[in-house]
């Protein structure tokens, strides 16, 4: 894994715009801060973007590919659930699919199934094996999908990797269909089970996660994008899984 440049510079917050932040602790030279306005927990200044993206090869896509059946079955519980709670039909589409194991779910309970993911190795697996045919390669912002696309949208541990928070919600919600979801999971820093001693978390990572949320700085976040929580589920884990879609307008 890479480390941050020591020219880095400093960014503000995400979620509240601040640049006031507190030193926990630093872990292979990086520095993970707290916001002092929102609370938000990140590395700051923030890795270089190479080195991010370096986290990301094909080796781990190997390691999760191995696990194949047990995956398959696991994200078939999770597209159950949404079309149960949700959204019953329509298109969907995973964000960071890695090997498209959401995908072939999606598609297997009757979704207009998608995938964008950035390892290419993860991508030509979903293609060859899985047989999934809408799976893109690169940034999500990058793809131009049409406005209003999706009526489902799923990031299953991505959210803390992606290096422009205000970038990726603003094409989330581009591109969200009225009445369409997206849901997020993610680590939890205020979970109880959540160490009090942050660095000796197994969720912190250093040039991978870059981001920690906790329930309100994520409900934020989306809020300033006019995303509102739809539902939020209770997780026994040390993660967050929260359902955002459109905020509609109340008429005066």
């Known amino acids: 894994m890479g480390k941050a440049s020591a020219a880095a510079a400093e960014i503000a917050c995400p979620v509240c715009g601040g640049g006031q932040f507190e030193l926990l602790f630093t872990k292979r030279d990086e520095s993970f801060v707290r916001c002092k306005a929102c609370?938000?927990?990140?590395?700051?200044?923030?890795?270089?973007?190479?080195?991010?993206?370096?986290?990301?090869?094909?080796?781990?896509?190997?390691?999760?590919?191995?696990?194949?059946?047990?995956?398959?079955?696991?994200?078939?519980?999770?597209?159950?659930?949404?079309?149960?709670?949700?959204?019953?039909?329509?298109?969907?589409?995973?964000?960071?699919?890695?090997?498209?194991?959401?995908?072939?779910?999606?598609?297997?309970?009757?979704?207009?199934?998608?995938?964008?993911?950035?390892?290419?190795?993860?991508?030509?697996?979903?293609?060859?094996?899985?047989?999934?045919?809408?799976?893109?390669?690169?940034?999500?912002?990058?793809?131009?999908?049409?406005?209003?696309?999706?009526?489902?949208?799923?990031?299953?541990?991505?959210?803390?990797?992606?290096?422009?928070?205000?970038?990726?919600?603003?094409?989330?919600?581009?591109?969200?269909?009225?009445?369409?979801v997206i849901e997020i999971r993610t680590p939890n820093v205020d979970h109880w089970q959540t160490p009090r001693d942050l660095s000796t978390w197994k969720e912190v990572k250093p040039s991978e996660h870059l981001y920690y949320f906790s329930f309100t700085t994520l409900k934020t976040l989306f809020e300033n994008h006019g995303l509102s929580v739809r539902h939020k589920r209770a997780m026994l884990k040390p993660a967050l899984n929260v359902y955002f879609g459109k905020t509609v307008a109340v008429a005066p």
Request: contains cysteine; proline residues 5%; hydrophobic residues 35%.
């Open 39 to 180: 609370t938000l927990m990140l590395i700051n200044p923030p890795p270089d973007p190479d080195s991010s993206s370096a986290t990301y090869d094909e080796d781990y896509s190997q390691a999760y590919i191995r696990k194949a059946d047990k995956k398959l079955k696991r994200c078939a519980g999770w597209v159950k659930r949404v079309r149960r709670r949700f959204v019953g039909s329509g298109r969907w589409l995973d964000v960071g699919c890695s090997a498209g194991f959401v995908v072939r779910a999606a598609a297997d309970h009757g979704f207009d199934a998608h995938g964008v993911e950035v390892e290419s190795a993860a991508v030509e697996y979903g293609r060859d094996a899985l047989k999934l045919k809408n799976l893109r390669c690169g940034f999500l912002e990058d793809q131009g999908y049409p406005d209003s696309f999706f009526d489902v949208i799923s990031l299953y541990d991505v959210i803390e990797h992606v290096p422009d928070l205000n970038h990726l919600v603003t094409e989330l919600d581009r591109i969200l269909a009225p009445g369409g």
